[in-house]
């Protein structure tokens, strides 16, 4: 059994971009306790005052999993345990569990301290002691240890020694610069635990591109304790990244880490922290990355059909993500036909197939790009079969953006449309000349198709496709839309942005009709 601690909450909120409200680190909590995870690091009592309220807010919900953990420092040199603020709030925090760093490289000893070797050795023992004659779980963090083995591994190890012969209950090795190999790992680690009557644990940092590896030479090594975060979020480059490390461990390496059919709930978690945090994550992320088991080549997808072994390394479904086939230039007809299926669509094989993927081919080498955009690739595929009916028909736009002075813009749209024969005029303002159609639009279409009440924008994106005509480049507009129960994709393309826009918000909101009107009847739509 790996025991998980979780420092996204802690570590992880020094990551560059990220600032966890209370509220955010009490839903996240609830999340990685679902997920199964055996420590969760809440934060730094002592620090702040939003993680003195987290703590107190957190002691209301019912965990089933997980032991919330308050983080902190050995007391200050020339005090008293009694004496240390820190370590008094760490107790005030009123959890089971507590984590703290002690120093083990006699530079930070001298340099960072200001203290002598032998006073740091005494703040680790009364510390751990303190903290443990108050009836806490102690973990001792030896920061900088690696670092600090090199410099003097007798020093680290009477560090590390200090906290155990204390009473912590576990001590933990952490590589704080993040700048060691995995082989430089198991070399120390080896060393280490011949000193300790328990296998150490491991907190790498990323700052090589190895937490991951280096964790798992820990482990392979006898660590049972592993340290890292949600994405790998943390200080500089980020921690062992636990949506790699889990999956590697229970799948690759057979332990026992989470319980069972827990690990499907990974992606989910990985992509709600990230959502939480206001970051997006890295498509191409392994096992959880939106890309990670999507099919892009021809060749591979025919494959990927026949048996998804030929380019899976393991089922998505086992970490909750998702085969995905994409539609491009690079397609062949087995991405078409997959892409058609998933979409409900019946497409024979013959002249009907080489057609439409000819037509998709010409438009991505104008810059179109159907990857996000399944909703404008199934309009193509009924126009292209004739079985695509207008539902509106544009008559007139026109756009006026007014700007006085320093004051802000303001985007006027007046739209002419024709709807079963009758015509609509109308008019809206926007913060924005896309805002502005977008509104003028629904406000012209909402009395004949009311299930526009629902929709709404997700996202909308810009993309020059090339740079090198300047400001007469031709742009992509992808435009994400949903009505609270799917979401779908649409895509145009123009050297106007505002009529890139327009093909984009009028494939929306003409799937969005088609949608609501074939759930109506029944059916099921993509």
Known sequence: MIEIFDTTLRDGTQQEGISYSTEDKIHITQKLDELGLDYVEGGWPGSNPKDIEYFEKVKSLDLENTTVVAFGSTRRPGLSPEEDRNLEALINAGVEAVAIFGKSWDLHVTDALDTTPDENLKMIASSVKFLKSRGLEVIFDAEHFFDGFDSDSDYALEAVSAAEDAGADRVVLCDTNGGFLPGDIRRIYREVKEVLSSPPGIHPHNDTGLAVANALAAVEEGARHVQGSINGYGERCGNANLCHLIPNLQIKKGYEVLGDGDLSKLTPTAR???????????????????????????????????????????????????????????????????????????????????????????????????????????????????????????????????????????????????????????????????????????????????????????????????????????????????????????????????????????????????????????????
């Open 272 to 526: 709600y922290v990230s959502e939480i945090g206001n970051l997006n994550p890295p498509t191409s992320d392994p096992f959880v990355g939106e890309s990670a088991f999507a099919h892009k080549g021809g060749i591979h997808v025919s494959a990927v059909m026949k048996n998804p072994e030929t380019y899976e390394h393991i089922d998505p479904e086992i970490v909750g993500n998702e085969r995905r086939v994409l539609v491009s230039e690079l397609s062949g007809k087995s991405n078409l036909q997959y892409k058609a299926e998933e979409l409900g669509i019946e497409l024979e094989d013959g002249e009907e197939s080489r057609e439409i993927l000819d037509r998709i081919k010409k438009l991505e080498h104008k810059g179109y790009n159907f990857e996000g955009a399944e909703a404008s690739f199934k309009l193509l595929i009924d126009r292209m079969r004739g079985e695509y009916q207008r539902l509106f028909t544009l008559e007139k736009v026109r756009i006026l953006t007014d700007k006085k002075g320093e004051g802000k813009p303001i985007s006027e749209a007046v739209i002419k449309v024709s709807v079963r024969g009758e015509q609509k005029h109308t008019a809206a303002e926007g913060v924005g000349p896309v805002n502005a159609l977008d509104k003028a639009l629904r406000k012209a279409l909402i009395e004949f198709y009311p299930s526009l009440e629902s929709l709404y924008l997700i996202d909308y994106k810009v993309r020059v496709i090339d740079g090198s005509d300047g400001t007469a480049a031709k742009v992509r507009v992808l435009i994400k839309t949903g009505n609270g129960t799917r979401s779908w994709g649409t895509v145009g393309v123009s050297t106007n942005i505002i009529e890139a826009s327009w093909r984009a918000v009028v494939d929306s909101i003409e799937y969005g009709i088609r949608l609501e009107r074939k759930e109506n009847q029944g059916e099921l739509v993509s």
